[in-house]
């Protein structure tokens, strides 16, 4: 099938609703897992802080810079959360543990290899 340069493929009767970047059916597009895979230039060390702003009182460590993928984050996220009895999750490459551990988290990441400021 030859799409021209200047149209946008959005549905196919073929195959359904189309993916508008890679073009193919959106069961098959790998544009997201490409996207969710991708590492960001972490720009040397890791930094653990703490933050209260938008959470209505209610502290949070934070860790980000880690030159990790999303499988690998959630991985440390999981060590981290059992490690210290505390709940958290990963958002845009950056863990958050709820509650301040800063130190303790300093103190596993040095520990583990890392540079952690």
Known sequence: MSIPDNS????????GRMCPKCLKPLGDCLCDKLKRSAV??????ARARYET???????MTVISGLSLNREELEALCREL????GAG??????TIELQGD??????RFLSANGYDVK
Do not use: N
């Open 81 to 84: 959360k059992r490690r210290f």
């Open 88 to 93: 958290g999750t990963v958002k845009d490459f």
């Open 53 to 59: 702003q938008g959470r209505k009182g209610k502290g």
């Open 40 to 45: 960001p230039d972490a720009g040397g060390s």
């Open 101 to 106: 551990r800063r130190e303790g988290v300093v």
């Open 8 to 15: 946008r493929l959005v549905y196919s009767t073929e195959h």
